[in-house]
């Protein structure tokens, strides 16, 4: 039976047990859940732009630490095994040479100094890479996201190499709008729906809505 124990961020202990849902959805043909919804927080983007730090580098790293923080986001699958996340590596798309798509892949760290290094460094990798940077997944242990900042998009569909594996959870990140001192984008979450249901998404959005506002009296940390 697929039953989890995973930590919370407050440090208390709950046993996840999915296996019903795992059933359910595995005789799906589709069995992803995709929401998209519009996140909204104090402005974080202007003093990260004063402090020299890319915007999408603090949404990414918030987007690693909101996934850690929630217990069911941290869920996998590999051939019907549950598995929790404990290092989590983040992968996100880049436009590369010819405005081509390419991938970045970095481990996500809490200390954001560290992955703002390692973020800023790939990144120049991957933009400057001929071929496609494509990583082995020989793990669960990933997320992935992607940044549209041309667009307020309301919904989107990742592609998934075969209907059955998209445990993965996939993060898209739209166009920023600013009013008022505050910042809002769209964002969607598509993950498998026997992992994760409607609120888990809502629970991750929330605290990437939480974690960006606490970004913004210190985007250095």
């Given at each position: 039976?697929?039953?989890?124990?995973s930590?919370?961020?407050?440090?208390?202990?709950?046993?996840?047990?999915?296996?019903?849902?795992?059933?359910?959805?595995?005789?799906?043909?589709?069995?992803?859940?995709?929401?998209?919804?519009?996140?909204?927080?104090?402005?974080?983007?202007?003093?990260?732009?004063?402090?020299?730090?890319?915007?999408?580098?603090?949404?990414?790293h918030?987007?690693?630490?909101?996934?850690?923080?929630?217990?069911?986001?941290?869920?996998?699958?590999?051939?019907?095994?549950?598995?929790?996340?404990?290092?989590?590596?983040?992968?996100?798309?880049?436009?590369?040479?010819?405005?081509?798509?390419?991938?970045?892949?970095?481990?996500?760290?809490?200390?954001?100094?560290?992955?703002?290094?390692?973020?800023?460094?790939?990144?120049?990798?991957?933009?400057?890479?001929?071929?496609?940077?494509?990583?082995?997944?020989?793990?669960?242990d990933?997320?992935f996201?992607?940044?549209?900042?041309?667009?307020?998009?309301t919904?989107?569909?990742?592609?998934?190499?075969?209907?059955?594996?998209?445990?993965?959870?996939?993060?898209?990140?739209?166009?920023?709008?600013?009013?008022?001192?505050?910042?809002?984008?769209?964002?969607?979450?598509?993950?498998?729906?026997?992992?994760?249901?409607?609120?888990?998404?809502?629970?991750?959005?929330?605290?990437?809505?939480?974690?960006?506002?606490?970004?913004?009296?210190?985007?250095?940390?």
């Open positions: 039976m697929p039953r989890i124990g930590g919370t961020r407050h440090g208390s202990t709950e046993l996840i047990d999915r296996s019903r849902q795992i059933a359910l959805f595995d005789r799906y043909d589709q069995p992803a859940v995709n929401i998209a919804a519009v996140a909204d927080c104090p402005d974080f983007v202007t003093p990260a732009k004063q402090a020299g730090i890319p915007p999408f580098a603090r949404v990414l918030a987007i690693g630490r909101a996934s850690m923080d929630i217990p069911h986001m941290r869920l996998r699958l590999l051939e019907k095994r549950v598995s929790e996340v404990k290092n989590l590596t983040m992968s996100y798309t880049v436009i590369g040479r010819d405005q081509n798509l390419n991938f970045s892949t970095i481990p996500y760290t809490p200390d954001f100094q560290a992955f703002l290094a390692a973020y800023l460094a790939d990144r120049e990798i991957a933009r400057n890479a001929v071929d496609l940077r494509l990583t082995p997944l020989t793990s669960r990933y997320i996201t992607t940044c549209l900042p041309w667009l307020r998009f919904s989107i569909q990742h592609p998934m190499a075969r209907f059955g594996d998209c445990s993965i959870p996939n993060v898209a990140i739209g166009k920023f709008g600013h009013s008022n001192g505050r910042v809002d984008f769209p964002v969607a979450v598509q993950a498998h729906h026997g992992l994760i249901d409607g609120l888990h998404i809502a629970q991750f959005i929330a605290r990437l809505e939480e974690v960006l506002a606490e970004a913004v009296n210190d985007p250095t940390r």
